[in-house]
């Protein structure tokens, strides 16, 4: 019986070593996509690696082949990353991808060139870790539009966003594209009252009948940024807003 014992105890340090090999193994698989950060001494942030990148705007790219012929939307297709790598994307990838990581969304800005001193800008962002920047490229060219820009650094990091912001292109592909393949999580909750304010802004509702149509537009945004977490930014957003109707209440009509 005790012969049977240590056998035992051969087969669990047996277990260790493999244990050991399997950790070696993650840590150098990790280590292969580590980046090295470079800081800047003036602003002690991280020194993005990466310059932007702006695909040319192409109606035949996989996107707009779907929402072309819907049936496509369980092909897979092969894009380029700026880094001259293929990627194998899908419809169903792209909108599971957006459900965890992206964002739709409007942005304010205050410019007192315009009616109302406001700006109001509807936008479609996936963002990313800059060891996924070429992953964004590559989702750039499935849409055939947009940017890849940093979207913010700091002491330790830095992030990329792909974005699309013209109003246009939102109207004529990103919201067709997801309408063509859903969002499943609450971002498909999301999608109905972003894409509702999306179209009433990309066809100029809010400026034919001012300052109704404005004040309705900014009530719809606070609505769209109640679906989420009660947070301070969400609660900064929706002052903006208010502060932003009682200012076009006031104030003259755009010029057409």
Known sequence: MQNLDH????LDHTDENLDHTDDAKEYAYAKEF??????DTNTG????????????INKNAPAWQIINNPALSTSLFTVKGSDGADYTLSAAWISGFTDGEGTLTFYLNSNKELAGGL??????VIVQGESDYYLLTAIANFFGCGSVTVNRKDKTSVRYQFRVVDSEILKELIIPFFQVSPLCTKKGKEYQLWSKWTMFFANKKHKKDWPTGMIELLEGLKTLKLLGYRTKQAEDFIKSCDKYIEAVKNSKPPRS
């Open 119 to 124: 700006q109001v800008q509807s936008a479609f």
């Open 34 to 39: 580590q980046t090295t950060q470079q800081i």
């Open 45 to 56: 942030t991280c020194i993005p690696k990466y310059n932007n990148y702006t695909p040319t």
């Open 7 to 10: 056998t035992d105890e051969n």
